[in-house]
């Protein structure tokens, strides 16, 4: 399995609010694929990836909504101290909709364009971070740029478990998770 490939299929987060006891979805997808394809001297490879899905959306332009997401993104990847650190840097498309979004129009739609860019580090084997932002410009939308950034660590326990911690910045919200993931 490549290294720098993750296909997810049916990704999802749960949020429980404590003070009004609710359970809330933060984050689904039907799939998310990223392929960070590092560039050499001899090839102009290309990294890209896709998601498609729903997310919850914490800015001026709705806050705590749910809707629907679709992601494309392209652009370059770098690597060094033997894949140990990698960088990359990609355009992204967005289309959200579908949810209580005041976007394009006053329709319930949504769409974006910006860079997004991360580095993830292989501190052994088993132990790897990843730190990810973006920047979004929503061209006659309000607001006119929406952000965010993540920082995930996993720790692979054997060859089908994994844990780990992440942490997510938006403009209205701030949170910090722990996670478990199954291989097959």
Not at 65 to 78: N, P
Not at 108 to 113: F, K, V, Y
Request: hydrophobic content about 40%.
């Amino acid at each position: 399995y490549p290294e720098h490939m993750q296909i997810e299929f049916l990704p999802f987060s749960l949020r429980y609010d404590v003070e009004e006891p609710k359970l809330y979805l933060e984050d689904f997808s039907l799939v998310r694929i990223i392929s960070l394809t590092p560039l050499d001297r001899f090839t102009g490879n290309t990294s890209w990836h896709v998601r498609a899905g729903a997310t919850r959306i914490r800015d001026d332009g709705c806050d705590e909504c749910l809707a629907g997401v679709l992601t494309l993104g392209g652009g370059g990847t770098l690597e060094s101290f033997d894949d140990g650190l990698t960088v990359f840097l990609m355009v992204n498309n967005h289309v959200l909709g579908l949810g209580p979004i005041d976007g394009i129009n006053h329709w319930p739609l949504r769409a974006g364009l910006g860079p997004f860019s991360g580095m993830r580090f292989r501190w052994t084997h088993r132990l790897v971070s990843l730190l990810t932002g973006e920047l979004t410009w929503l061209p006659a939308q309000e607001p006119k740029l929406t952000w965010n950034a993540e920082f995930s660590t996993r720790w692979l326990v054997s060859q089908d478990v994994g844990f780990g911690v992440a942490g997510r910045a938006q403009p209205n919200a701030n949170s910090v998770r722990g996670f478990a993931n199954l291989y097959f």
